[in-house]
């Protein structure tokens, strides 16, 4: 249990070097602590990123789109690595305020696009280019449903449930099973809904599916947090059916490795600028 001894002062200070594994990054202010100018490639989407779940989201969406032919969706992806503080340089700061990866810049159009936020992204690509988000109100409507539902739900993934269970520097039960059963709340949610459909907004393969399969269909894989057995994730099995099919996807296992820099080196590529560097010798971390 945590410290039944501590009392919240009146006024909160910031204690640098508090937060365990990510005290070096963590800061109770915004802006850029650096000067640093931003890669360009030579395509017309340049992506700035790392390859945790959300950026998981966005190289799979370039990867699918390029994979249904649209050759405008070619990109460059630039890694961001964000315990050292890349975030932070200016250049990524004029993209994304908020210092959060993914974040896209498109130079197709004058002056260039800036887009952050994950689903921001994958709804800015999915209308630039008019695929996988149908056009026909009621189905609109559900795949947008389901997307701001990843994007409300999985902080409590992963700030909750992910922070306390595998990456604070004490283990708190009370923080741990607050966020497990939050967490298998909305695992049974998905599989409810599962249970109905073939994909989560229904019968195809959307930008929901994009969004929501990098967080809670690697966790069922057991790719995210150690924590498969912990929540039991055998039980649900319409999720995990639904995480399988996904993850078989072509387009999937090429956006899963860009911005990687972690796990398995043959499942890494810490940066993307052409097709063919699927092809070349894995990186080393």
């Known amino acids: 249990m945590s410290d039944s001894s501590y009392t919240p002062p009146r006024v909160w200070t910031?204690?640098?070097?508090?937060?365990?594994?990510?005290?070096?990054i963590n800061r109770p202010v915004a802006g850029p602590t650096h000067e640093q100018a931003l890669p360009v490639g030579r395509h017309p989407l340049q992506l700035y990123s790392l390859g945790?779940?959300?950026g998981v989201k966005v190289t799979v969406m370039?990867?699918?789109?390029?994979?249904?032919?649209?050759?405008g969706a070619e990109y460059d992806a630039w890694l961001i690595r964000i315990n050292e503080g890349d975030q932070f340089g200016s250049g990524f700061v004029d993209i994304n305020p908020n210092s959060k990866i993914p974040a896209l810049l498109d130079r197709s159009a004058q002056p260039p696009i800036r887009v952050f936020e994950s689903g921001a992204i994958l709804l800015y690509l999915a209308e630039k280019f008019g695929a996988f988000l149908p056009t026909e109100p009621a189905a609109r409507a559900e795949v947008l449903s389901w997307l701001f539902w990843q994007m409300g739900s999985a902080p409590f993934l992963g700030g909750g449930f992910g922070h306390f269970y595998a990456y604070a520097p004490m283990k708190i039960e009370y923080a741990i099973d607050r966020y497990a059963m939050e967490t298998k709340r909305q695992l049974d949610v998905l599989d409810r809904r599962l249970a109905q459909t073939r994909f989560v907004a229904g019968d195809d393969y959307t930008i929901a599916d994009m969004a929501i399969w990098p967080w809670y269909g690697q966790l069922v894989l057991g790719d995210l947090y150690g924590a498969a057995e912990f929540l039991q994730v055998q039980d649900y099995t319409q999720v995990l059916r639904w995480a399988r099919e996904i993850a078989a996807r072509e387009p999937v296992r090429r956006g899963r490795r860009v911005n990687r820099t972690f796990g398995d080196p043959a499942l890494q590529l810490p940066e993307r600028h052409d097709a063919s560097d699927f092809d070349q010798a894995p990186a080393q971390g």
Request: glycine residues 16%; without cysteine.
């Open 14 to 24: 910031w204690k640098a070097g508090n937060g365990g594994r990510f005290a070096n």
């Open 52 to 54: 945790t779940p959300n």
């Open 62 to 71: 370039l990867e699918e789109l390029l994979a249904a032919g649209h050759a």
